[in-house]
């Protein structure tokens, strides 16, 4: 009986043995390069130069820098991009009528070294990489071949698409879909248009984060805060396109040492139709529901402009049907403070006919610009962004089907009435 017992404590134990084998596919993490930004461009061959990749970087030794007074060697090529001295490939093949290139890709990561004690103040922050291809995201497997680290999407934070990408609406649901389908890339990743290329605005090295790509994420989830930007991650983007066929995304303005991101892009059947400024998006996202803190500064009292900050906005949607014509009321209860005025005494902002200026003001101005935002929508874009055809989809299901034939056209005669109500709660420390 004992020997049974001990027969079967060392059975158990081997089975245990058995199970905890390790993780036998791990890789360390200082051999991963995690991608935090992915840029997109439309291959451009008339451009070859600003596809050329840098030398083989082995990332465990200091890279060689030029002087900036030094002008940058050439370095000639075949039509391969072999360098014929040392037999080394440094710049992409030349398209060929069997491989006609569609995307100019851009991969940034960061460099994990300069988080170590051992780092060096010369050393390299982050690492940038362009490639031309065909596949958007079988850029990793072109890079492996470059550098000695495995790539890693599990961490992407934002994709860029250049500006001529998005005018091409084959290219973007290319991208689109590989991006949804890859299981490694997060849905909440948030996706921009740049007003100039991808590659440039990944280039761009802001002075307060210089790695780009954490950079832009951090901005855009302030968009809660800030009025001026809205987040557009990939999840919300696809879902617009296949409930509207239209979809926001934001706009990012590449420069020298700083980007900006204010306004969006409207895209409609995956094709680029113009863009919203920075005024015309806080009113899309009144409209939206999506705006809580925002700035409205169009309000004068006399000779000085007063801003007016919402805290709370509330937006509720009614569809009336009248003899066939549609009506679609957006009814916005809209609260905030005022923080600036005029200092001189004898002035009550919270005060009665103080309170009900400012208020009834504000609501003129907000009528004004809502009804410059849906005319433009309507008429010059006559994109959908709003979503009023899923919402009369939603509540009127038999005029949904009469109506969808012809969307494009049944979309300008639906008339679409803003009724602002503006409650001035707060004017800041003085009462």
Not at 206 to 224: D, M, R, Y
């Amino acid at each position: 009986m004992r020997r049974l017992k001990i027969s079967g404590l060392a059975l158990m134990l081997f089975i245990i043995t058995l199970t905890f084998t390790g993780c036998w596919d791990r890789i360390e993490i200082e051999d991963r390069g995690y991608i935090l930004a992915l840029g997109v461009d439309k291959y451009d061959p008339s451009d070859l130069n600003k596809y050329e990749s840098k030398e083989y970087i082995d990332l465990e030794r200091k890279t060689e820098k030029i002087p900036p007074d030094q002008k940058k060697p050439e370095i000639r090529t075949d039509k391969k991009g072999i360098d014929p001295k040392t037999k080394r490939k440094v710049k992409p093949p030349l398209p060929t009528k069997e491989n006609q290139y569609k995307f100019s890709v851009t991969v940034l990561f960061p460099n994990l070294r300069m988080m170590s004690k051992t780092s060096k103040a010369d050393e390299q922050m982050r690492f940038l990489f362009v490639r031309p291809t065909n596949n958007v995201l079988g850029i990793r497997n072109y890079l492996e071949r470059d550098i000695n680290k495995r790539l890693y999407y599990g961490y992407l934070k934002v994709v860029v698409l250049g500006r001529d990408l998005v005018a091409d609406p084959g290219l973007v649901k290319e991208v689109l879909d590989s991006l949804n389908r890859d299981k490694d890339i997060p849905q909440n990743t948030f996706l921009y248009v740049s007003e100039t290329t991808a590659r440039d605005t990944l280039n761009t090295m802001p002075l307060v984060q210089p790695v780009t790509g954490i950079h832009l994420f951090e901005i855009s989830k302030n968009a809660t805060v800030y009025g001026r930007i809205i987040e557009t991650p990939l999840s919300e983007v696809i879902n617009n396109f296949i409930n509207s066929k239209c979809a926001v995304i934001s706009r990012v303005e590449p420069g020298i040492e700083t980007l900006r991101i204010a306004g969006a892009a409207v895209l409609k059947n995956y094709r680029f139709v113009g863009w919203l400024d920075e005024k015309q998006l806080i009113v899309y996202k009144l409209l939206m529901g999506k705006a809580k803190h925002t700035l409205i500064d169009d309000l004068k009292y006399k000779s000085t402009y007063v801003p007016f900050i919402t805290t709370e906005v509330q937006t509720k949607k009614k569809l009336e049907d009248k003899n066939g014509r549609i009506k679609v009321i957006y009814n916005l209860r809209i609260e905030g403070e005022v923080n600036q005025f005029v200092f001189q005494s004898g002035y009550k902002v919270l005060e009665d006919p103080m309170r009900s200026y400012i208020q009834s003001q504000l609501e003129k101005i907000i009528k004004q610009k809502a009804n410059e935002v849906v005319n433009l929508l309507k008429y010059k874009y006559n994109a959908d962004i709003l979503g009023v055809g899923d919402f009369i989809s939603k509540r009127k299901p038999e005029s949904w089907e009469r109506l969808k034939k012809n969307w494009d056209d049944e979309f300008k005669k639906i008339e679409i009435v803003v009724v602002p109500d503006v409650r001035l709660r707060r004017s800041g420390t003085i009462y």
